[in-house]
């Protein structure tokens, strides 16, 4: 029971580089500029949702590219038969591949030989492309799913290349473009508020080729293209000289018309086809073709040698620059599709992280003076450590590399309501040693063993339902799984290792014979020695838990859940604007566009406007070509108005993002279930679901009775009420285990009573420093995380109650049928201490608050 000096050292050496890595955060640029090299000088990154910028989610469109190489294939086949010598009927293409019908049947094995050379290998054992006849005169080329695949690969890592290249052009710093999934990029631009400019840049494909004209009269190898003001043009399939030969594209002006063109220059091998090209058909006109749009189709008047030419065609300044950057970063491999959009403005963000710094302080202050409150001086020792958690889990996310968001705030806020838990557990315990006759540094030892499996118990199931917040999140939400993980693991250290040396060292040097843990004023609560009948009121607590219940599943058929964008799909956007009393005249103009239904509402400050508008028929191309539309129309009411925020999800997404919460939910409490299981019995795993489905469904009800957007936010709140709620059975359980093993001939409705008093002060502390912590985020967190911290509020006073009147009833039942099948609940301890003792009058004894 003596600190070891070594494990001492241990801790203060991880205290000290966690302060090191920490301390960052807290100094300025300039001292930051004359930091040793050999220190840690890198702040934890904050997200767009705290500095502004936008965010984009792009897909390569695999059916587009699927049919660009079936036209490449179908190319290369033509070239291969002729070469052959090997004549065809035709050549078409699928997305498939292409299937290829030859002149002559008796010409097929021949050109089954020659065409499988177009097959390249995949892997060990598999090819890319299947070759095989089709009836007596044909042959059918069907890729393969590993090649589909493989090329799927190849042009999401060509286009991270290709992006990143295009971003260098624009300038933004500290760009975050990466691989998300099979077919997805994301790419993050800190500072970049208006993504159209984003979405132009990076979702053109940007492949330039020279085409020359053909006769329309005669369709074969023609397509008919137009320009930006509707003139079609007949163009050959074949390209003359593909944009692969560009060396340089700059914007500039015309000498004569003064118009914005773009400059283009070719390499050494472009330069001398195209001058080849030029001089073979001098009086002829040839199209600039970008992306199946003509660009420009000029006559050939004279040969061009320079090597160098210009493209005209009405650009505005801006879409010349644009242009040019694209050409000089180069093509993409195939077409990128937007799928989501996000942009945030710096002041919004500002405020925002002003909103998360008021809601952290404000938790931390009051969860301070409780702890203080209920505890005295021992209570400092537990705020030292909570001081300590939040210090470390800052450290962590810097170490790690992790970005703080919006939500990651609100798990740290929530984090410091649950790393009291624990303070709470070993302090009630330490008590309850000291009221058994203990010494003090006996009883300090005592209560942390007898709290450890307790703590991890609960740490565990909370874990649970974080990890898996996770690995279903995305975006900001999995910046607030990471922040709370770190609290919970951290919180295992602080609230253990180091609360247990502080207090030992407390204790020896003070050479105290008793520790008294007492409140401040000497109020407690809930008195020693409470022996409330619970069980009494069980059938009370089921019927109105009934109620309740039908009560939420009624409001969830009507009003129902208001689901926000993420779920539904569709346009939000705040407008900071100057916002007329009636909001006529905006809902006049906006109902005008015809995107169906529009919603007003003003949010924050009077001079705010929230914008919404349902998902539009169509693809993800139509959720983005609304945006514009509104943006227009908002800037025609107020030419002053500013964008603070827009949010963009197509219908694709929305989808996934509502099977990935509802599976998350769902797993996290078959989770829950098997853990307890494993830890207990059955029958507690059976009290603690069905509980746990209770608290959800009543939390779903507080959802649809406000009104608050149900979104991924809503799923965080969801999945940490899981955590929570078992994490609060938990407690209760394990003192029901203990004393079902050490008293095994009592009642087990007297057992589960005197658990419950046993354990109610901590329930009660626990339950109101959560319900503190949530509380500043509730009043100063803004409307972006009030669809986290008013459910969650609410969701810990549903999960206290449960607890008592739900939980430990269903346990009741269960053990009284196993009871009467001739089993019992539990096995004797051997390790425990002995009987419990109980209270005098009380059935089974004196039940002590633990």
């Not at 001292?31 to 890198?42: F, G, H, N, Q």
């Not at 190849?154 to 971003?167: D, M, N, P, T, W």
């Not at 509707?230 to 914007?251: E, H, K, Q, T």
């Not at 607890?803 to 346990?811: D, K």
């Amino acid at each position: 029971m003596k600190n070891s000096p070594y494990l001492v050292t241990t801790y203060l050496a991880v205290i000290l580089v966690a302060l090191l890595f920490a301390l960052p955060n807290v100094l300025p640029a300039s001292v930051l500029e004359r930091w040793p090299d050999a220190l840690p000088s890198k702040p934890v990154a904050l997200g767009l949702d705290l500095r502004g910028g936008s965010h984009l989610v792009l897909e390569v469109d695999g059916s587009e590219l699927r049919r660009e190489r079936s036209r490449t294939l179908a190319d290369e086949a033509r070239r291969m038969l002729r070469e052959a010598d090997t004549p065809w009927r035709s050549v078409e293409t699928s997305e498939r591949g292409v299937v290829v019908l030859l002149r002559s049947a008796a010409q097929q094995q021949r050109a089954l030989d020659v065409l499988a050379a177009l097959s390249n290998p995949v892997g060990a054992a598999r090819k890319d492309l299947d070759v095989t006849p089709r009836g007596e005169d044909g042959i059918e080329l069907v890729f393969t799913a590993e090649g589909q695949h493989q090329s799927i690969t190849r042009a999401v890592e060509q286009s991270l290349e290709v992006i990143r290249q295009r971003v260098d052009q624009v300038g933004v710093s500290e760009p975050t473009i990466q691989r998300v999934g099979a077919d997805r990029i994301l790419v993050q631009l800190p500072g970049l508020q208006d993504p159209a400019q984003l979405r132009a840049l990076l979702g053109s494909t940007a492949k330039m080729s020279f085409h020359m004209l053909g006769d329309s009269s005669s369709p074969d190898g023609i397509r008919t293209l137009q320009d930006s003001e509707g003139n079609s043009y007949p163009v050959r399939n074949s390209v003359a000289l593909s944009g692969d030969r560009l060396s340089d594209a700059s914007a500039g002006f015309d000498q004569q018309t003064r118009e914005p063109v773009v400059n283009f220059r070719f390499d050494r091998a472009g330069a001398r086809e195209f001058a080849a090209i030029t001089e073979a058909n001098v009086g002829r006109p040839f199209a600039i073709v970008l992306d199946g749009k003509v660009l420009s189709a000029p006559v050939i008047r004279e040969p061009i040698t320079g090597g160098s030419g210009q493209i005209s065609g009405n650009f505005s300044v801006q879409e010349a620059g644009t242009l040019s950057a694209l050409l000089r970063a180069g093509a993409l491999p195939a077409k990128l599709t937007v799928i989501e959009e996000r942009s945030v403005g710096a002041d919004l963000g500002s405020d925002v992280i002003q909103k998360g710094i008021y809601a952290g302080i404000g938790a931390f202050v009051l969860v301070f003076l409780f702890m203080f409150v209920l505890y005295g001086g021992w209570g400092l020792v537990a705020n030292v450590a909570l001081a300590l958690n939040v210090v470390l889990t800052i450290a962590g996310m810097s170490m790690l590399g992790a970005t703080l968001t919006l939500p990651g705030i609100a798990g740290i806020v929530l984090g410091i309501g649950l790393a009291v838990d624990a303070n709470v557990l070993i302090n009630e315990r330490i008590r309850e040693e000291t009221l058994k006759g203990k010494a003090a540094v006996t009883a300090i030892d005592a209560g942390f063993r007898r709290a450890y499996a307790t703590v991890m118990d609960s740490n565990v199931t909370a874990l649970i339902a974080t990890v898996l917040l996770f690995w279903f999140g995305s975006g900001p939400v999995r910046g607030f799984a990471i922040t709370m993980a770190l609290g919970i693991v951290i919180s295992m250290f602080t609230a253990v290792s180091v609360v247990k040396v502080m207090m030992l060292s407390i204790a020896r040097r003070r050479r105290l014979k008793t520790i008294e843990i007492r409140p401040l004023f000497g109020f407690r609560p809930v008195p020693d020695g409470t022996r409330f009948d619970f069980m009494k009121a069980r059938f009370a607590g089921l019927g109105v838990a009934a109620v309740l219940v039908a009560a939420s599943v009624l409001l969830l058929f009507k009003p129902g859940l208001n689901f926000g964008i993420d779920f539904r799909g569709g346009i939000q956007m705040e407008v900071s604007a100057g916002i007329p009393d009636d909001l006529s005249r905006y809902r006049t103009q906006l109902d005008g566009l015809g995107l169906g239904e529009v919603s007003l509402q003003t949010v924050g400050s009077e001079d705010r406007l929230l914008v919404r508008v349902e998902r539009q028929p169509g693809g993800e191309a139509q959720q983005t070509a609304a945006v514009e539309r509104l943006k227009a129309a908002v800037l025609e009411i107020d030419p002053r108005a500013s964008f603070e925020r827009t949010e963009v999800v197509g219908p694709k997404v929305s989808g996934e993002l509502a099977q990935a919460g509802v599976i998350a939910v769902i797993l996290a409490s078959l989770a829950m279930l098997v853990y307890i299981w494993v830890r207990f019995e059955w029958p507690f795993a059976v009290g603690a679901i069905l509980t746990l489905v209770l608290d959800v469904v009543l939390t779903l009800g507080v959802f649809a009775i406000t009104g608050l957007d149900f979104s991924l936010t809503a799923i965080a709140a969801l999945l940490t009420l899981v955590g929570y709620s078992v994490n609060d059975k938990v407690v209760v359980y394990d003192r029901m285990r203990e004393n079902l093993r050490s008293l095994r001939k009592q009642p087990l409705r007297e057992v589960i009573d005197m658990s419950i008093n046993q354990t109610l002060t901590r329930s009660l502390y626990t339950s109101v420093t959560a319900f503190l912590a949530v509380l500043p985020l509730a009043v100063w967190g803004g409307s972006a995380v009030a669809s986290f911290a008013v459910p969650m509020a609410a969701g810990i006073i549903i999960a206290a109650c449960s607890s008592v009147f739900i939980a430990a009833p269903i346990l009741l039942f269960l053990g009284d049928w196993r009871s009467r099948r001739g089993r019992s609940m539990f096995a004797p301890d051997t390790e425990a201490d002995g009987p419990l003792p109980v209270p005098a009058g009380a059935p089974g004894g004196p039940g002590r608050a633990a």
